[in-house]
């Protein structure tokens, strides 16, 4: 079981990684590391489990965060709509994005990050993805708004990039340009 101790703390060079395509058909390593990260998301939203094993919350998790540098990810949450997402993802590739940006009212955070970094990120609007899901069926989704900007967060963790390179480095509340605001 995944917990708070296997996860990956900024200063290490695994999240600074350009995290490796994972070669299809995966492993039955690799499929059962990526159904364990979704259950560690699962635990960290089950008050009772959260409790007991001292799991910080998460809506989502790469690979990178639990020290492996390949490109999968995990992400279970519900959008402002009650629209449920939970999904194990191989290889997941931004495909298309809006011009029009937005970003959380009340900024990111990130379970290898153990601070509070105030400011606002800068996401697109608007993604489509491609990935493989767990049961390897290629699948595109349309995203928008807090859904978008869970999937670039996670993303970026593939490539090396953490939420808090992308806010503005003199005024971390300036409005990004073309966007407007994801209200939680
Ligand atoms: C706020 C939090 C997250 C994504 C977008 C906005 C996820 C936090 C958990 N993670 O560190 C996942 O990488
Ligand atoms: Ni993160």
Same mark, same amino acid.
């Given at each position: 079981?995944?917990?708070m101790?296997d996860i ?9 990684e350009? $995290?490796?395509?994972?070669?299809? &058909? &995966?492993s ?5 590391i ?9 635990? %960290?939203?089950?008050?009772? !489990?959260?409790?007991?094993y001292?799991?910080?919350?998460g809506?989502?998790?790469?690979? &990178?965060? +639990?020290? +492996? %540098?390949?490109?999968? *990810?995990?992400? =279970?949450?519900? #959008?402002?709509n009650?629209k449920?997402? /939970?999904?194990?993802?191989?290889n997941?590739?931004?495909? /298309?994005?809006?011009?029009a940006k937005t970003y959380? %009212?009340g900024?990111?955070?990130c379970?290898?990050?153990d601070?509070?970094?105030p400011g606002y990120v800068?996401?697109?609007?608007? !993604?489509?993805?491609k990935a ?6 290629e !699948? ?7 859904? $978008? *900007?869970?999937?670039q =967060?996670e993303? #970026? =963790?593939?490539n090396?990039?953490m939420?808090? #390179? =992308?806010i ?15 209200d939680?």
């Amino acid at each position: 079981m995944i917990t708070m101790k296997d996860i990956v703390r900024e200063g290490e060079t695994v999240l600074r990684e350009v $995290a490796k395509e994972v070669q299809l &058909p &995966p492993s039955e390593e690799e499929k059962q590391i990526l159904a364990e990260m979704l259950t560690y998301l699962k635990n %960290s939203q089950d008050e009772e !489990i959260a409790k007991k094993y001292n799991l910080r919350a998460g809506v989502g998790l790469a690979a &990178p965060q +639990i020290g +492996i %540098s390949k490109r999968m *990810i995990a992400v =279970h949450f519900e #959008d402002f709509n009650d629209k449920k997402y /939970s999904y194990g993802l191989f290889n997941p590739k931004i495909v /298309s994005h809006s011009v029009a940006k937005t970003y959380l %009212s009340g900024g990111e955070g990130c379970l290898s990050v153990d601070r509070e970094v105030p400011g606002y990120v800068p996401r697109y609007e608007k !993604i489509t993805i491609k990935a493989f899901d767990q049961d390897l069926n290629e !699948i595109k989704l349309k995203l928008k708004g807090y859904a $978008a *900007i869970v999937f670039q =967060h996670e993303i #970026d =963790h593939l490539n090396g990039v953490m939420f808090y #390179d =992308h806010i503005h480095q003199d005024n971390p509340f300036t409005i990004p340009e073309n966007a407007t605001a994801c209200d939680a």
